[in-house]
Nanobody
């Protein structure tokens, strides 16, 4: 059974940077869409960025320029680097992975992923 594990979360001061890593265990499909999502307390989960086995990377507009994903080891690992963090970035961050059954769902960061990590907390202090 595929399992995703996030690491690298914690606390950071506003304006700082933080990198998260996602490691996939026993991913056996020949195609993939991997992505990072975030969820603030009381709000819906939203996508940050995705990368697929066709080499396409997509970012949600709100994260462009500040969030960068590194998919060169996907589907085994996917890193998320976050720069110039503000307090709005405080959230639980989730890694997700799925076979590339729907490139459109992948590119538009819809929640239709087969595998999810347990999430990791990021707190940005003011």
């Amino acid at each position: 059974q595929t399992r995703l594990v996030e690491s690298g979360g914690g606390s950071v001061q506003a304006g700082g940077s933080l990198s998260l890593s996602c490691t996939a265990f026993e991913y056996t499909y020949s195609t993939y869409c991997m992505a990072w999502f975030r969820q603030e307390p009381g709000k819906e989960r939203e996508g940050i960025a995705s990368a697929d086995s066709d080499g396409i990377i997509n970012y949600r507009d709100s994260g462009k320029g500040r969030f960068t994903i590194d998919p060169h080891n996907a589907p085994k690992t996917l890193r998320l680097h976050m720069d110039r963090l503000n307090t709005n970035a405080t959230a639980t961050y989730y890694c997700a992975s799925t076979p590339l059954w729907s490139p459109d769902n992948c590119h538009k960061l819809r929640l239709d992923f087969k595998f999810w990590g347990q999430g990791i907390e990021v707190t940005v202090g003011g």
